[in-house]
């Protein structure tokens, strides 16, 4: 047998054993990253570039002095898969990127020297994608192997997981079985819903008074073992209290055969049941793992982020902490067990939802080496911990927040709150907060808050209906503020510096009454309306144009996460001209305060490279120094590029794919 093995600095011994063993024994093995979950230098094999989340690629073809001259190699134009959001992140394996499209999810493959399609596979349409509400949101797919054979795994809106021949697109033999379903395939499919324990029907899926389920980010394959993940209908949509859980599933990467399931609201005789203080347990759900999965696999553990309970913004009929809503859950992979878990926000009904990948990396702490997680959040909050035992790293405080405003909600008298790292971003909102450029702006900025109520982070949503005269209350940071989908954190393994990008942003939701709301939804999930719902976010308004707290507006910051201690930070982007050149701003000298949107980034080797955009909106692909925050060049992009990056090299030569709404853009050196 003749066996070609790769090898990195970075392979270790067990490593080593590891591919040895597969490639030896009969079955073959489907792993080919390393214990750390790292791919062979120059691949890029999971959306965030390796299983640690880490977006990090030891490469250097692509440096400071030779950046500026990076040009369009090709574009892939995904018109003939409609509204394409870019969202997708493309794996690279065998000379192809692989990523899903449009709101089919048709998975494609793409020539990496071309950007010519090469091949696409779509399932299907049943009315469980019609109804779903991710349809377009796919972040992209999963990578194993079989028998020596590459293979993509994607999970679709309609809660069907395919194995698929990366060479080909075919579904493999052996894996999973065919449906019930006219134009399915016969072989390659396992049905998602039927290991939830739920009534449902093939086509159908689960009755809409039950409740909902669907995908947005890909599976992730942990030492032969895929682990799925899940999404939810919007929680700012939902006005009724009946739903299922985002129950987390693991299936055999060479069979589909299903392995366990990890209940995200605990029954009784489970762990953290008593902090469900009625019966909610029993008929609401939600709390999906709709961001990234990362996993160790040298100890064997997945990392779960997950969403908050049925409902945003009201949570008066499920009182208590409701475990494990807004956490961080580390689960055995061969068992699907918990090994330890986090809450980030107790009884959430601010749609402090858990927005990305969990970082892994391993540190040096007063001395002494510690394998860390790392979970940045919309709080604008990175909570870090031992991923092995769960422990922080630092303390976390309970401290006091802010009573309900809303009768009959049951809010937690604390929050944690990190002791470090220092908040990245705007936390509450002050009068210190507001934009400051001269005093007549920042007397503008408090008659407009007049109306509304506003304070520190925590405070909760009010009524429509209120007895004390305000319009709204303002949270800050909202659910678009701090780190959310599109902010994508970025680690460098080698100098244990997270790289973390955010924007200033406030909500203002207002409550109204579940009938109200449930009368304007088509088809509401669950049977039995909620007191209070969501009506709609009520404008705070803008001083003369302008975000009425003062910049940055959107920034990434550095810090080191041996010491926990912030390095730099730096604006995303330029000032936008409606800043620059406003008429309220003559002679005034402007710092520069960032676009207000977050960056999608990766790390190599010689540089941190992130997305961003000019004082007039022209977009551009940026190279900064990782050690200093110095920006050393820019390169114009074809188009505004939106949530991750990639890069790897193919045929010697290093390529970074942005992505852009309906394109993938794939630059490289002349």
Request: hydrophobic share 35%; charged share 20%.
């Amino acid at each position: 047998m003749s066996i070609e093995l790769r090898f990195s600095k970075y392979t270790s011994v067990r490593a080593w054993l590891t591919i040895t063993i597969c490639a030896l024994v009969t079955n073959g093995c489907t792993d080919t990253q390393g214990p750390a979950g790292s791919p062979p230098e120059g691949d890029w094999l999971n959306i965030t570039g390796n299983a640690s989340g880490q977006r990090y690629a030891p490469l250097s073809q692509i440096g400071p002095d030779n950046f500026s001259s990076l040009e369009v190699a090709w574009t892939w134009d995904g018109s003939d898969f409609p509204n394409v959001n870019a969202r997708s992140t493309p794996i690279y394996v065998n000379g192809k990127l692989i990523t899903v499209a449009g709101e089919r999810r048709h998975v494609v493959a793409i020539d990496a020297s071309t950007g010519k399609t090469v091949w696409t596979f779509v399932e299907p349409p049943t009315f469980r994608w019609e109804y779903s509400m991710r349809k377009n949101h796919g972040k992209g797919v999963a990578y194993g192997k079989i028998d020596g054979k590459d293979v993509v795994y994607v999970v679709t809106p309609s809660f069907f997981l395919h194995a698929l021949d990366a060479e080909t697109g075919e579904p493999i033999e052996g894996f999973g079985s065919g449906m019930p379903i006219d134009g399915f395939p016969e072989t390659g499919t396992v049905d998602l819903l039927a290991d939830l324990g739920h009534p449902y029907d093939v086509a159908d899926g689960i009755p809409l008074d039950v409740g909902y389920i669907t995908s947005s980010s890909p599976a992730i394959v942990v030492n032969n073992v895929i682990i799925v993940g899940n999404s939810a209908e919007q929680g700012y949509n939902q006005s009724r209290q009946e739903n299922i859980p985002g129950d987390i599933l693991a299936y055999d990467a060479q069979t589909g055969e299903h392995l366990w399931k990890f209940n995200v609201i605990p029954g009784p005789g489970e762990f953290g049941h008593n902090t469900w203080e009625n019966d909610a347990w029993e008929w609401t759900g939600d709390i999906s793992s709709w961001a990234p999965l990362s996993a160790d696999h040298e100890r064997g553990i997945v990392y779960i982020p997950t969403n908050g309970a049925t409902a945003d913004f009201w949570g008066g009929f499920r009182p208590g902490d409701n475990l494990f809503s807004t956490s961080l859950i580390a689960l055995d992979v061969k068992t699907g067990k918990r090994v330890w878990h986090y809450q980030l926000v107790h009884h959430d009904i601010w749609n402090y939802d858990t927005p990305t990948v969990p970082l892994l990396m391993d540190l040096t702490v007063d001395g002494k080496e510690i394998p860390a997680v790392v979970q940045v959040t919309k709080q604008a909050f990175a909570y870090t911990f031992n991923r092995e035992t769960g422990k922080p790293i630092w303390p976390i405080e309970e401290q006091p927040v802010p009573e309900a405003l809303m009768p009959g909600e049951h809010l937690s008298p604390t929050q944690p709150f990190p002791t470090k790292p220092a908040a990245y971003d705007m936390q509450g909102l002050t009068e210190d907060d507001l934009i400051d450029f001269t005093p007549e702006l920042r007397a503008e900025a408090l008659e407009i808050l007049e109306d509304f109520v506003y304070g520190p982070l925590f405070t909760p949503p009010l009524h429509r209906d209120n007895d004390i005269g305000k319009t709204a209350s303002i949270w800050c940071p909202g659910d678009v503020g701090g780190t959310n989908i599109d902010g994508t954190p970025a680690a460098d393994p080698e100098t244990g510096i997270l790289y973390v990008t955010s924007q200033k942003g406030c909500s203002s939701r207002i409550m109204i009454p579940g009938t109200e709301r449930d009368a304007r939804e088509d088809a509401p999930t669950g049977t039995t309306i909620n007191k209070f719902a969501v009506g709609s976010s009520v404008r705070v308004g803008r001083v003369r144009g302008m975000p009425i707290f003062k910049p940055p507006y959107s920034k990434i910051t550095a810090i080191d996460m041996n010491t926990g201690e912030h390095l730099w930070w730096i604006p995303v982007g330029d000032t936008p001209n409606i800043v620059l050149n406003n008429p309220a701003l003559r002679e005034i000298e402007i710092p520069n305060t960032g676009t207000g949107r977050q960056a999608a980034q990766v790390v190599t080797k010689t540089l941190l490279i992130h997305t961003g955009n000019g004082s007039d909106g022209t977009p551009y692909l940026y190279a900064v120094n990782k050690a200093t925050g110095e920006r050393l060049a820019q390169v114009k992009l074809p188009g505004n590029p939106r949530y991750g990056l990639s890069t790897f090299m193919h045929e010697d030569e290093q390529y970074i794919v942005v992505q852009i709404p309906n394109m993938l853009a794939a630059l490289k050196l002349p």
